[in-house]
């Protein structure tokens, strides 16, 4: 007997983070009434077991190299609170952000310059933009997002991550420029940056890093 959409909707997430595809959780469940292997579709379905055994498999056999044989020093991922990598960006003309009335939950779409990343990256805006400055705070999520509600915002600059650290080869200090590998790079590239932040949570270490380059 096929679910109704109110019960496929109780098992979905609630985060309408829009990497599935559809713009809302409520969209996805109205469609998977019909077609229910677009339940698939849905990464936080998968997380409680699967995508956590996988993690944690590729945690116990990790090589600290990336793609090209290259070493880095630790490994940042995403808050678990966040659907995505968190990055602070500004525009290359910062005066777009107010132009185009950037706000939060807004999915903008771009290319950063200056640290060798040839990728396009769709984000979810996670904060009320800094008009003054001219600056984003987003976290980055899948290009299905950027098809239906997506809006260009050109290249832009990344000035800072943001994310947890539970793997690191040594202690990590601000101040210091270190090797990292953003655990959702598409890439799979290692990148460089300077630690200046750093606090403790239950999940990890908090850890802001800025100067970002790809090397």
């Not at 602070?88 to 952000?97: D, E, G, K, Q, Y």
């Not at 132009?99 to 290319?111: E, H, M, S, T, W």
């Not at 080869?169 to 890439?187: D, K, S």
Request: glycine share 8%; proline share 6%.
């Amino acid at each position: 007997m096929a679910e109704s959409m109110r019960e496929i909707l109780e098992k979905l997430p609630g985060k309408d983070c829009g990497q599935c595809g559809f713009k809302t959780c409520a969209a996805l469940a109205e469609f998977a009434t019909v077609h229910p292997d677009a339940l698939k579709r849905c990464i936080y379905l998968e997380q409680p077991a699967a995508a956590v055994a996988a993690f944690a498999a590729q945690i116990e056999n990790i090589t600290w190299k990336d793609m090209l044989g290259r070493e880095y020093d630790f490994v940042l991922e995403q808050f678990p609170e966040d659907p995505g990598p968190r990055e602070t960006i500004v525009p290359l003309n910062p005066t777009n952000v107010e132009r185009l009335a950037v706000k939060k939950g807004d999915v903008l779409y771009g290319r950063p310059v200056m640290t060798g990343c040839p990728v396009t990256h769709v984000g979810v805006v996670v904060e009320e933009p800094d008009y003054f400055n001219g600056t984003i705070v987003w976290c980055v999520i899948g290009p299905m997002a950027a098809r239906e509600r997506g809006r260009e915002i050109g290249y832009y600059h990344i000035l800072a991550y943001e994310g947890i650290v539970r793997h690191a080869r040594q202690e990590l200090q601000i101040g210091r420029r270190y090797f990292f590998f953003p655990r959702m790079c598409m890439l799979q590239s290692r990148h460089s940056g300077l630690v200046n932040a750093l606090a403790k949570r239950e999940s990890g270490m908090r850890v802001r890093v800025e100067g970002i380059w790809i090397s």
